[in-house]
């Protein structure tokens, strides 16, 4: 059943977009540095890779743990206490993990950073509560695009402060963070009403309650495993993306950041300027469908590709793909109430860590077992050929749902 529209509650987007976009810097500074200091205490690259995914799994246990929890203490108290709440508990983990003497100390930063990432999920139920169901797609993209302007800047630069020294990044992305606390602070107003707010239960906080919740949603099954296959790939993008350029096209933190720095451009371009048209040309329904594609062969292509700047062109020519996220996301969204859009989004955050959790797990197991080969062998690219495989999947999935179920507007 379609949930009943609620009224845009007064308030300024640009407030989270700021918060998001100064929290995906700080993020986006450590991406490239962090698989480097990683290798540092390991040694070897099979050691590299493992305890790498360890680190990337730790930190999405962490996340799976204590997103819905959050998301529903924002349903309860509000979006403005956990997004401060969220920007601290980033600020001590930045700094700690650059203070690390040893793997075990990086592992406590990495605790701490999953029990604090509320960031995205609270600001996607800010958003949602301040935007009409007519306008929430171009909200959630607005979201998105600021997550991926701080992949403009932040790998670049922390690629460029990396080669001054590995925990220089760290350092500067503690500082951001502790800016945008400041700003949060004085500048984000409450964007829940007292009358929309719902009661904080045990079963709530349960992450394994919240992702049954979203299982018994019969009325969109089918749309949240999609969501939920085109996420794993991508999370195992995310957490392999550095290990594998590094092994298969010995790129230096630079390289990296230069090629994230093409990522979050990209994202940006779509979500800010071009999902609104893209909507308007294509619908919610067929660009969801025709994002899937893109996504799928570019995969293909990624694990295909031969030389470095092969990976560029492909981020450029994925675009539809970037559009995935925020059409899913409104899909969703529109069939569900008010008071628990915060729960909703915290749900499909647990999702994406269940991700972090068991995608860079099989992703360095997999690295680990062809980082012997040569670096021309096709069979390096065998994340990348996973990846595809979901997505695949997910396309015939999303048809299926489609062709059965009418998708409100």
């Given at each position: 059943m379609t949930a009943a529209a609620a009224p845009a509650r007064p308030g300024n987007l640009?407030?989270?977009?700021?918060?998001?976009?100064?929290?995906?810097?700080g993020i986006g500074l450590i991406v490239p540095v962090l698989p480097v200091l990683v290798g540092e205490f390991a040694g070897t690259r099979e050691s590299q890779a493992y305890w790498y995914g360890m680190m990337s799994a730790v930190f999405g246990l962490m996340q799976f743990l204590f997103m819905p929890m959050l998301g529903a203490i924002s349903d309860r108290v509000g979006r403005r206490p956990v997004l401060l709440y969220s920007m601290a508990g980033m600020c001590i983990n930045f700094l700690s993990t650059a203070w690390a003497p040893n793997l075990a100390c990086l592992f406590i930063g990495r605790?701490?950073?999953?029990?604090?990432?509320?960031?995205?999920?609270?600001?996607?139920?800010?958003?949602?509560?301040?935007?009409?169901?007519?306008?929430?797609?171009?909200?959630?993209?607005?979201?998105?695009?600021?997550?991926?302007?701080?992949?403009?800047?932040?790998?670049?630069?922390?690629?460029?402060?990396?080669?001054?020294?590995?925990?220089?990044?760290?350092?500067?992305?503690?500082?951001?963070?502790?800016?945008?606390?400041?700003?949060?602070?004085f500048a984000v107003p409450e964007s829940l009403a007292p009358g929309?707010?719902?009661?904080?239960?045990?079963?709530?906080?349960?992450?394994?309650?919240?992702?049954?919740?979203?299982?018994?949603?019969?009325?969109?099954?089918?749309?949240?495993?999609?969501?939920?296959?085109?996420?794993?790939?991508?999370?195992?993008?995310?957490?392999?993306?550095?290990?594998?350029t590094t092994f298969r096209f010995n790129w230096s933190t630079g390289q990296n950041g230069a090629a994230l720095f093409c990522v979050g451009l990209t994202a940006a371009v779509v979500q800010a300027g071009l999902l609104g048209v893209l909507i308007k040309r294509f619908g919610e329904v067929r660009l969801s469908l025709l994002g899937l594609i893109s996504g799928g062969i570019t995969y293909l292509l990624y694990g295909l590709a031969t030389h470095g700047w092969m990976m560029y062109v492909l981020?450029?020519?994925?675009?539809?793909?970037?559009?995935?996220?925020?059409?899913?996301?409104?899909?969703?969204?529109?069939?569900?109430?008010?008071?628990?859009?915060?729960?909703?989004?915290g749900s499909l955050q647990s999702i994406s860590s269940v991700g972090v959790i068991f995608m860079p797990l099989l992703g360095s197991a997999i690295l680990g077992e062809v980082s012997h080969l040569a670096s021309s062998d096709w069979r390096v690219g065998s994340t990348f050929y996973l990846c595809a495989a979901m997505q695949a999947v997910a396309i015939v999935v999303a048809r299926r749902y489609f062709r059965q179920h009418e998708v409100p507007a």
């Open positions: 640009n407030f989270v977009l700021i918060c998001v976009f100064i929290d995906m810097l605790v701490i950073g999953g029990m604090s990432s509320a960031s995205m999920s609270v600001a996607s139920a800010y958003a949602s509560d301040i935007s009409t169901p007519e306008n929430r797609a171009k909200s959630f993209g607005k979201v998105g695009a600021a997550f991926g302007l701080g992949f403009i800047c932040g790998p670049m630069l922390g690629g460029l402060l990396g080669g001054v020294d590995l925990h220089l990044p760290f350092y500067v992305a503690g500082a951001l963070s502790a800016a945008n606390f400041v700003y949060g602070y929309a707010r719902a009661p904080f239960t045990l079963a709530r906080i349960n992450p394994l309650s919240a992702l049954a919740k979203l299982a018994r949603r019969t009325d969109i099954r089918g749309l949240l495993l999609t969501f939920t296959l085109a996420t794993l790939a991508q999370m195992m993008l995310q957490t392999t993306w550095v290990l594998y981020i450029l020519c994925n675009v539809l793909s970037f559009a995935i996220g925020p059409a899913l996301q409104s899909i969703v969204s529109k069939n569900t109430p008010p008071g628990e859009q915060g729960e909703l989004m």
